[in-house]
T-cell receptor, first 119, second 108 residues
Framework: GAVVSQHPSWVICKSGTSVKIECRSLDFQATTMFWYRQFPKQSLMLMATSNEGSKATYEQGVEKDKFLINHASLTLSTLTVTSAHPEDSSFYIC???????????????FGPGTRLTVL | QKEVEQDPGPLSVPEGAIVSLNCTYSNSAFQYFMWYRQYSRKGPELLMYTYSSGNKEDGRFTAQVDKSSKYISLFIRDSQPSDSATYLCAMIGNQFYFGTGTSLTVIP
């Protein structure tokens, strides 16, 4: 089955630094990946839709300049949290769907999440 | 073996039916169990959250966890067309582990 990985699984950083989180589809090519934020006991909040080879589409209220998304290849999307602050501490989760012909396009495969702690 | 197994469906039921959605898991270290509902390409909405074996009820939804069998279920009573969505189970150990989702259609 389709597998999506994230790296790192947990990162602790100082306030003001930038953190890059990787999301990889391991056995299928993903033209579209999604980035979510998970607060404890809350729904996953869709932050942005990452499109390979083009700019990401951000949800309302999500700062584009703070959460930089790059989808440079069909298997890799990165989320960079710039100038991180303690309120950015959260789980960040990505998902990906296979394109037509490589699987069920309606199924989203979720990564295991990256826990960000900003001191 | 995947950490979490979920039947992808699709599942179609008539309005008013009781729906049973299930996931099995392999890691006995999982502590927290969640069910999400996802419409189209929106973010998954948290429906139920539990950390112990037994049943937890919220309106028409009942979450059941059987840690001895490594099996969790979500029951939807008096299903409505608005319940048509993809339902994801998820568990937390040291990371999140999501099922692949079950697509549910409730037919009026």
């Amino acid at each position: 089955g389709a597998v999506v990985s994230q790296h790192p699984s947990w990162v602790i950083c100082k306030s003001g630094t930038s953190v890059k989180i990787e999301c990889r589809s391991l056995d299928f090519q993903a033209t579209t990946m999604f980035w979510y934020r998970q607060f404890p006991k809350q729904s996953l909040m869709l932050m942005a839709t990452s499109n390979e080879g083009s700019k990401a589409t951000y949800e309302q209220g999500v700062e584009k300049d703070k959460f930089l998304i790059n989808h440079a290849s069909l298997t890799l999307s990165t989320l960079t949290v710039t100038s991180a602050h303690p309120e950015d501490s959260s789980f960040y989760i990505c998902s990906a769907s296979p394109p037509p012909g490589q699987g069920n396009t309606d199924t989203q495969y979720f990564g295991p999440g990256t826990r960000l702690t900003v001191l | 073996q995947k950490e979490v197994e979920q039947d992808p469906g699709p599942l179609s039921v008539p309005e008013g039916a009781i729906v049973s959605l299930n996931c099995t898991y392999s890691n006995s270290a999982f502590q927290y169990f969640m069910w999400y509902r996802q419409y189209s390409r929106k973010g998954p909405e948290l429906l139920m959250y539990t950390y112990s074996s037994g049943n937890k009820e919220d309106g028409r939804f009942t979450a059941q966890v059987d840690k001895s069998s490594k099996y969790i279920s979500l029951f939807i009573r008096d299903s409505q067309p608005s319940d048509s969505a993809t339902y994801l189970c998820a568990m937390i150990g040291n990371q999140f582990y999501f099922g692949t989702g079950t697509s549910l259609t409730v037919i009026p």
